[in-house]
C-alpha cells in the first residue's frame, strides 16, 4: 500500500534556508546549495535526483553532519544536527566495507563502536538473515559480489537502528538484476523498520519505484525546483501506464532544469 502523506504530520527533519558554499585556496567557490526549504516525515522514503553537481550528496552530508551550512538550520527530531551521530546511518556509493574484516565482523563494527556488542550481538545474525547472507558470515569483502557487498553496507548501517538511513546512489555502480534485488530489500527492510530513508540517486525509475516523494533539484546553485509524492500503491509495476506517465513528467522536469540558457551573441 502508499503512505497517504497528508494524514503523516510528524516530520523529524526539519531544513530551513540552508545554504552551503565550498571555497577553494585560489579563492574560487562554489555555491552548492542555496536556500534549501525541506521537512521530512517520519517514517517516509524520500528521494533526491538532478543532474550532477546540484547538491545532492552535500545535502546528504548536511544531514549526516560531516558538512555544516553557511546559513539556515537542520533540525533532527527537535534538534540542532551539529556532528555525526548513531541515529543517521550513512551508506556511501562503493559500500565502503573494511576488507580486513569478515562479513559478520563488518555489520557488527556499528555496535562496538557504540559499546553495545555485548548486549545486541544476536542482531548481526538476524540481519545476515535479512540481507540473505546466510553462509557467508566468515566470508571477506573480497570474496562476495558488488551487490552482496552493497547489503552488507545496508545491514551495516541499519543494525545500530538509525531514525534516518542517508542512501547516497549505493546501486550506481551494480548491474540491473542487482539493483532491483537490492531495491526490494531496501523496502523490506524499510517496512521492517520503519526507518526514515533519504535516497540520493541518478535512477529515476529506481525513485518513482520506492519513493513516497521525490525532490527534483536543479544545479549553480543547487536548489529544489520540485517536490513530486508518488502515490502508486506497492509493489509498483516499473512497466505500468502510470508508472511510465510519472517516469515522462520527472524526465521532462529534468530536461527543463539542466537546459542551459541559450547564448547571446552580438554582431
Ligand atoms: N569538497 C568540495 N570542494 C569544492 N567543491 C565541492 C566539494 N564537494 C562538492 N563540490 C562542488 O559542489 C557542487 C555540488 O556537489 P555535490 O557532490 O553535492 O553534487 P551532486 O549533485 O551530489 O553531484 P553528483 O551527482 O555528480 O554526485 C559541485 O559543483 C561540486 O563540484
Known sequence: ????????????????????????????????????????FRG?????????????TTLLRLIAGLEKPDTGTLILNGEEISEP???RGYVFQNGALFQWLTIEKNIATGLKARGVYKE????????????????FEKSYPHQIS????????????????????LLDEPMGALDSFTRADIQDKLL????????????????????????????IMTPRPGKISEIMEIRLPHPRHRGGTEFLEIRRRILEKLKLASALPQPEYII
Do not use: W
Open 146 to 165: 558488488g551487490g552482496m557487498a552493497q547489503r552488507v553496507a545496508i545491514a551495516r548501517a541499519l543494525i545500530n537502528n538509525p531514525k534516518v538511513l
Open 85 to 87: 551521530g548513531p541515529e
Open 1 to 40: 500500500m502508499s503512505k497517504n502523506l497528508s494524514v503523516i504530520s510528524d516530520i523529524i527533519l526539519d531544513m530551513e534556508n540552508v545554504s552551503h558554499t565550498y571555497y577553494d585556496d585560489l579563492g574560487n567557490h562554489v555555491e552548492a546549495l542555496k536556500n534549501i526549504n525541506l521537512s521530512v
Open 120 to 135: 545486541y550481538k544476536d542482531l548481526v545474525g538476524h540481519y545476515i538473515e535479512l540481507i540473505g547472507l546466510k553462509g
Open 188 to 215: 523490506e527492510l524499510h517496512k521492517e523498520n520503519n526507518t526514515t530513508m533519504i535516497l540520493v540517486t541518478h535512477d529515476v525509475d529506481e525513485a518513482i519505484y520506492l519513493s513516497d516523494r521525490i525532490v
Open 44 to 56: 517516509e522514503f524520500l528521494s533526491i535526483i538532478g543532474a550532477s553537481g546540484c547538491g545532492k
